[in-house]
């Protein structure tokens, strides 16, 4: 737009050496010298009119470049949005690839055979300790005739008493199981868990609660401590983990029943 102001400026400058012209001409009674301003009133007038043409014309040229501008803009905000669409949803058949990868790896094959949930339980978790480094685990199954979530798997589990069972809705494991949603407890109170090692004890902060569930109640609860905090992958991970496990549950616990 500076463009057309400078343009205009000319053209109003031009109209001002015009009227001057027409006005200095009424006061020379020279005929000679009234013809010369004469002249300089057409000519002005000429270049008043091409100046006002180039004007419009240079408005218009400018308002079209601006449209293309915009246009352009357009274009490559759809570009970016499509990209990164394509980004997004690469991403994420990655990060499922590498779940089912990841899952393939920590629940036992369908044809291994195990006597008790206790066999089953302390696979799994070793399994998932080589896969996320936890560094204990628990895994507790629903007695139904008692309605108590006792203890059915250990992995490096240190500590003076047994893991005590609980019912549903009594302490942070049973609300899990009422809930039926998972709980990611960071920067966990120090000694509220400790973890034994040739190195001596350590307290790891991180701790993952999540419910097993079957035909929508909870048949067990799985803990899961670790020193390094968990993802969303791996929080979306031991949700798919406990989905696996449901089914193998249930059917070893009513056998032990």
């Known amino acids: 737009m500076n463009k057309s102001n400078k343009y205009f400026n000319r053209g109003l400058l031009i ?15 020279h005929a000679g010298i009234a013809f010369l301003f004469f002249g300089c009133i057409i000519l002005s007038i000429i270049l008043s009119l091409g100046m006002l043409l180039l004007l419009l014309q240079t408005k218009k ?12 803009r357009k274009r490559e905000k759809t570009h970016v949005e499509k990209n990164q669409q394509k980004d997004d949803d690469s991403n994420r058949h990655y990060t499922e690839f590498r779940i089912e990868d990841s899952l393939a790896r920590i629940i036992p094959a369908e044809d291994v055979h195990f ?23 628990l895994v ?17 589990y240190f500590s003076e008493e047994r893991p005590r069972s609980f019912p549903l809705g009594e302490t942070i494991s049973g609300q899990v199981a009422k809930n039926r949603q998972a709980l990611n407890l960071k920067e966990l109170p ?18 993952v609660i999540a419910p097993i569930e079957h035909n929508d109640y909870s ?6 401590a670790s020193f390094k905090p968990f993802d969303e992958n791996e929080e979306l991970l031991i949700s798919k983990i406990c989905e696996s496990m449901a089914n193998k549950l249930n059917e070893l616990r009513s056998l032990n029943l």
Not at 18 to 28: G, R
Request: charged residues 20%; negative net charge.
């Open 15 to 29: 109209f001002i050496f015009l009227t001057i012209s027409m006005l200095s001409s009424i006061y020379f009674e």
């Open 61 to 72: 040229d400018i308002e079209k470049f601006e449209d293309e501008i915009v246009q352009m």
């Open 115 to 137: 006597d008790n949930v206790n066999a089953y339980s302390e696979k799994v978790l070793q399994n998932i300790a080589k896969e996320l480094n936890i560094v204990q685990g």
């Open 140 to 156: 507790f199954v629903l007695n139904d005739a008692e309605q108590m979530f006792n203890i059915s798997g250990e992995y490096a």
């Open 190 to 207: 120090k000694g509220y868990i400790t973890v034994l090692s040739g190195l001596g004890k350590s307290a790891p902060p991180q701790l």
């Open 219 to 224: 048949i067990g609860v799985i803990e899961l």
